[in-house]
C-alpha cells in the first residue's frame, strides 16, 4: 500500500505482543517505514466487553492521531466487531480483508473422524455466520482469489463490494539469479542430489506424510527438505525413520524470514502435497509465489485454490496419493526453470497489489 502511493498506519491488536510473551521496545515503532500503534493497557481488563470497549477507544485515538480516512482489518470477526465499531463512531468506511477462514482451518485441525461433528458444531456455525456478518457489514471486502469471492456471493455478498487482492512476492525476487551450488554449500545441503523441499507449516493438512511416502517411490538420487516447524514435526520425523528414510529427509525447521529465499533457490522443485480437505480446496496459500518467482517448479495437489494460486502453469497431481506424487516431482524434473512460472509471478508482486488497493480507496 505504502508502495503504491497510500498513507499508512497500523494499529496492532490488544496487548500484543505481551499476550504472546513478547515485551514491546516502545508503544510506537517504525518498521519498513510504516509506524506501528501498540495498543498496550496498563491493566489489562478482565471481562470480554471491557477488553473490546478498550481495543476501540485506543483504535480511535490513534485514527485520529493519524487522521485516517478508512479503517482495515483482518480476520478473524472478532477484529471486525472492534474496528467496524471505531469506524462507526469515527464516521468513516471500514474494509474488511478476509486472507482466510479461520473457522474452516479450525474444523482442518481436529481428527478426521470427529472433522463431520465439528462441522456441525456450535462454534464451527456461529464464527461462521460471524465471518459473513462481517463481510455484509463492511464498506468492502478484499479477498486473496476468485474462489473465496464466488464463496461469499454464494452467502449472499454483493459483488459489487467484494475485490480480489492475491498474495504476491516482492519484485526483486524475480530477477535473482542464485548460484545454486554456492547456496546450497552455504546451507549445508548436498551440491549433487536432486533436492524436493516443502517450505511450510508443519500441520497435518499439508499432506507432508504423503511427501514421506513419495520419497520411498523415488531413487537416492533424491533428497526431501522440510522447512518450518509446527505440531506435526516430531510425528513426521519418526515416520521418516520408520520408511527407512530417514537419511534421505532432512527438517531444518524454522528459517529467519530474509533467508528464505535461499531455501527456495536451492531447490530443484517445491512441492504442496496438500490433502483434499475444505480449507485446502478453498484458501490459496502464499507459499507458492515464491518459488515460482524464483523459477522453481511446483508440484501441488489438485485442488482448486492451489490451481488458482498458480495459474494453473505447474505440475498437478491427485491429493493423498503418494505414487501419483512422485510420478509428479520426475514429470516436474523436465522443466529445471518454470518459465511460465516466473511469467505468472511477474503479475503478483506485492507492487502490483498495492495497486487493487489503492484503486480501491480512490474509487471512494
Known amino acids: 500500500m505504502q508502495g503504491a502511493g497510500l498513507e499508512v498506519a497500523a494499529a496492532t491488536r490488544l496487548g500484543y505482543p505481551a ?24 491493566q489489562y481488563p478482565e471481562s470480554l466487553e471491557a477488553q473490546q470497549e478498550t481495543a476501540i477507544n485506543a483504535l480511535i485515538e490513534v485514527a485520529r492521531k493519524t487522521g485516517a480516512q478508512v479503517l482495515q482489518t483482518t480476520t478473524g470477526f472478532e477484529n471486525a466487531l472492534i474496528v467496524s465499531r471505531a469506524a462507526m463512531i469515527l464516521e468513516i468506511p471500514w474494509v474488511y480483508e ?19 461433528v465439528s462441522r456441525h458444531s456450535e462454534y464451527f456455525r456461529l464464527a461462521r455466520a460471524q465471518e459473513l456478518a462481517a463481510a455484509k457489514a463492511a464498506a468492502a471486502v478484499v479477498v486473496l482469489s476468485e474462489i473465496s469471492k464466488q464463496s461469499l456471493i454464494e452467502r449472499g455478498v454483493s459483488p459489487e463490494k467484494i475485490v480480489i ?40 493438512y499439508e499432506g507432508l506424510d504423503f511427501f514421506l511416502q513419495a520419497m520411498t517411490k523415488l531413487g537416492p538420487e533424491f533428497l526431501a527438505i522440510i522447512v518450518g516447524d509446527g505440531q506435526k514435526l516430531s510425528e513426521l520425523q519418526s515416520l521418516a525413520t520408520s520408511l527407512g528414510i530417514g537419511d534421505r529427509v532432512q527438517f531444518v525447521g524454522k528459517q529467519p524470514h530474509k533467508d528464505i529465499w535461499k531455501w527456495y533457490s536451492a531447490l530443484d522443485m517445491m512441492v ?13 496459500p502464499i507459499k507458492t509465489i515464491a518459488a515460482q518467482a524464483l523459477g522453481i517448479p511446483v ?42 512460472g516466473k511469467q505468472w509471478a511477474s503479475q503478483r508482486t506485492w507492487a502490483k497489489i498495492g495497486e487493487v488497493f489503492r484503486n480501491l480507496y480512490l474509487a471512494g
Open 19 to 42: 499476550v504472546v510473551g513478547r515485551f514491546a521496545t516502545a508503544e510506537q515503532e517504525f518498521i519498513d517505514g510504516i509506524e506501528y500503534h501498540r495498543i498496550l493497557p496498563s
Open 98 to 116: 478476509m486472507r482466510g477462514e479461520p473457522e474452516r482451518t479450525w474444523l482442518s485441525k481436529k481428527p478426521a473422524i470427529t472433522q463431520h
Open 165 to 204: 487482492a492475491p498474495n504476491g512476492v516482492e519484485g526483486d525476487l524475480l530477477d535473482k539469479k542464485p548460484d545454486r551450488a554456492e547456496l546450497r554449500s552455504e546451507l549445508g545441503l548436498p551440491i549433487s542430489k536432486i533436492i524436493v523441499g516443502a517450505i511450510t507449516a508443519v500441520v497435518d
Open 272 to 284: 504442496v502435497p496438500r490433502k483434499d480437505t475444505l480449507v485446502c480446496r478453498t484458501v490459496t
Open 299 to 340: 508440484v501441488a495437489s489438485d485442488l482448486p485454490a492451489l490451481r488458482e494460486v498458480t495459474g494453473e502453469v505447474e505440475t498437478y497431481v491427485q491429493p493423498e496419493d503418494p505414487v501419483a506424487l512422485s510420478l509428479g516431482i520426475k514429470e516436474a524434473m523436465s522443466r529445471s526453470i518454470s518459465t511460465r
